[in-house]
């Protein structure tokens, strides 16, 4: 089993969700989340001050998915959260050992 | 004595009632440009002055202020707790007593203003102390130099309802507090964005709404110096909400709300001692002027390294010097009394001249006393917060409380309280140990 990880523009949830409903899959999390990337912060001007904000507001979506599936789970997302500008974020995959379903105690991939 | 004028009564029975509004006006101002975590203890110094000014102006704050002339630097004792006030006179048509209530609202504000400069890191006691100390030894004093027959009121100096008395006079004294408190942890590096912007409006409609007050009630009657008052205290403020948020426009790109609110308290200040002595163009020059200005000396503290946090210096200080200078550009001799024409309206330059000598000698002396009475503070007691309870928030660590519980698993009954996150009741042990936290505090 895998755990797909994306870190996408707050602006792109939707489009990743939707992509991710057309494929069928049954659940997500997401997340507020901070952070930069390549294209680090910027700097912002208010009231006569210059700041720079480094951590730009990103969201962080989980999935649960078996190894068939992880794939095309990974394509849609990146296509659905490319702008094609700096700053769209990352997908990764990651392997997971187990997955229990709390309400009947399945496990496995019955726990998907 | 003169006999009592009902409709002058009136009117500064409302008025007065209106300027007591500008003080939780000012919390809710203030306290909406702090932190979410410091915005109760913001909106506490604000109380806090009302609480103890009021006193303090019973006890003996009005009669130092409008009792018997002392060389012209101080009243004297005789009006000390407003005895014999009960049935005395009927200065210009309005009770005594009435009047030092009405200028009772004056001394609260001004000592709240000065908060302003010290959001997020001051001790609540000491700041108390502070609020006494000043209004006792600054306050009280300059009201009689301005208004109650002192010196600068003899020489002819013109402050209708407060430019140099309240606004120079807690603008000098929060710049010396700023400077006495040091800036906050992580300023100026940190972005110290406020955390809500429509109290922050509200408060400036507040202050706005009881302005009319402030300035019209300076009139003492319900007359056309009221009128003339109160046009231009709109106009000029008007004027000064335009003239800030283009000057933002133009340097950081966009017009903001709490430069509009910024705006028109600068307008409300630059026009408070000039509000009965101009025509209404003058005023919105005035309040143009002022606007435009304040908003850059906004920029002052970033270049001089003083954390002013809410700004204080910048439209209190700045705002009031403004006002109060062009009274000796934009005054009319027929409003103004006779001799006091502006420089743009025929006068001479006396009038100018007069104007900076009050300017300058409230500027100095409140920000010498200010300094010194603060650093006494701060050496003995201490003035400053420590570094970590400023951090964790000084709402917490000074008054115990939070203004804003959101989280529905936080809370009496919800699911952290329940896990034992968050504070639980429990009951109180014996106290063993020295609560070292509390006595430190």
Same mark, same amino acid.
């Given at each position: 089993m895998k755990l797909v990880t994306a870190v996408i523009k707050p602006h792109q949830l939707d489009a990743v969700k939707e992509a991710l409903h057309t494929l069928g899959v049954a659940g997500l999390t997401v997340s507020e989340v901070q952070g930069y990337g390549r294209q680090k912060g910027h700097t912002e001007v208010y009231r006569g001050a210059e700041y720079t904000v480094e951590f730009l507001p990103k969201i962080r979506v989980e999935v649960l998915t078996d190894e068939i599936d992880v794939e095309k789970i990974v394509d849609a997302v990146v296509a659905a959260a490319r702008t094609g500008k700096i700053g769209d974020g990352k997908v990764w995959v990651t392997a997971v050992e187990e997955v229990v379903r709390v309400r009947t105690g399945e496990r496995g991939l019955d726990a998907l | 004595m003169p006999e009592l004028d009902s409709g002058a009564t009136a009117w500064i029975l409302t008025s007065a009632a209106l300027v007591l509004l500008m003080t939780p006006g000012l919390a809710l101002f203030y306290g909406g440009m702090t932190r979410s975590k410091s915005v109760l203890n913001m909106m506490m110094m604000s109380f806090g002055a009302i609480g103890l000014v009021s006193l303090l102006w019973v006890f003996y704050g009005y009669s130092i202020a409008f009792g018997e002339d002392i060389g012209g630097i101080t009243g004297d004792l005789s009006a000390a707790g407003l005895r014999g006030m009960l049935e005395s006179g009927t200065e210009g048509g309005i009770p005594d007593l009435l009047f030092a209530g009405f200028q009772l609202m004056f001394a609260v504000i001004t000592v709240a203003l000065i908060s302003g400069a010290i959001a997020d890191r001051a001790k609540f006691g000491p700041w108390l102390l502070f609020a006494g100390l000043w209004a006792t030894l600054v306050y009280f004093p300059v009201a009689h130099w301005v208004w109650g027959g002192g010196w600068i009121m003899e020489l002819g100096v013109l402050d209708f309802a407060g430019g140099t008395a309240v606004h120079i006079n807690a603008g000098a004294a929060a710049l010396a507090l700023a400077l006495v408190l040091g800036k906050r942890v992580g300023w100026p590096k940190d972005k110290f964005k406020p955390h809500n912007l429509p109290m922050v409006l509200l408060g400036a409609g507040?202050?706005?709404?009881?302005?009319?007050?402030?300035?019209?009630?300076?009139? +003492? =009657? @319900?007359? !056309? #110096?009221? &009128?003339?008052?109160?046009?231009? /205290?709109?106009?000029?403020?008007?004027?000064?909400? %335009? *003239?800030?948020?283009?000057?933002?426009?133009?340097?950081?790109?966009?017009?903001?709300?709490? +430069? =509009? @609110?910024? !705006? #028109?308290? &600068?307008?409300?200040?630059?026009? /408070?001692?000039?509000?009965?002595?101009?025509?209404? %163009? *003058?005023?919105?020059?005035?309040?143009?002027?002022?606007?435009?200005?304040?908003?850059?000396?906004?920029?002052?503290?970033?270049?001089?390294?003083?954390?002013?946090?809410?700004?204080?210096?910048?439209?209190?200080?700045?705002?009031?010097?403004?006002?109060?200078?062009?009274?000796?550009?934009?005054?009319?001799?027929?409003?103004?009394?006779?001799?006091?024409?502006?420089?743009?309206?025929?006068?001479?330059?006396?009038?100018?001249?007069?104007?900076?000598?009050?300017?300058?000698?409230?500027?100095?002396?409140?920000?010498?006393?200010?300094?010194?009475?603060?650093?006494?503070?701060?050496?003995?007691?201490?003035?400053?917060?420590?570094?970590?309870?400023?951090?964790?928030?000084?709402?917490?660590?000074?008054?115990?409380?939070?203004?804003?519980?959101?989280?529905?698993?936080?809370?009496?009954?919800?699911?952290?309280?329940?896990?034992?996150?968050?504070?639980?009741?429990?009951?109180?042990?014996?106290?063993?140990?020295?609560?070292?936290?509390?006595?430190?505090?």
């Open positions: - | 507040l202050l706005w709404f009881g302005w009319f007050g402030f300035n019209a009630g300076s009139a +003492g =009657a @319900a007359n !056309g #110096a009221a &009128a003339v008052s109160l046009i231009n /205290t709109q106009v000029a403020t008007a004027a000064a909400v %335009l *003239g800030w948020i283009v000057v933002e426009w133009l340097r950081d790109g966009k017009p903001t709300t709490l +430069g =509009a @609110a910024s !705006g #028109a308290v &600068a307008g409300l200040v630059g026009i /408070t001692p000039a509000c009965a002595f101009l025509e209404p %163009l *003058g005023a919105i020059a005035l309040g143009l002027v002022a606007g435009a200005i304040c908003a850059l000396a906004v920029g002052l503290k970033y270049k001089l390294k003083y954390d002013d946090s809410l700004d204080v210096v910048a439209v209190h200080m700045v705002g009031g010097i403004i006002g109060s200078l062009l009274i000796g550009f934009l005054a009319i001799e027929v409003l103004a009394g006779e001799g006091n024409a502006g420089l743009f309206y025929g006068g001479g330059i006396k009038l100018l001249g007069l104007q900076a000598v009050g300017v300058i000698a409230v500027l100095v002396y409140s920000f010498v006393v200010a300094y010194v009475i603060g650093f006494a503070i701060e050496k003995t007691i201490g003035f400053r917060l420590s570094a970590d309870a400023e951090v964790e928030g000084i709402d917490n660590a000074e008054h115990a409380e939070s203004a804003y519980e959101f989280s529905s698993t936080g809370g009496g009954g919800g699911a952290f309280a329940a896990a034992g996150i968050g504070a639980s009741a429990v009951p109180k042990p014996e106290p063993t140990e020295p609560v070292s936290e509390k006595v430190a505090g």
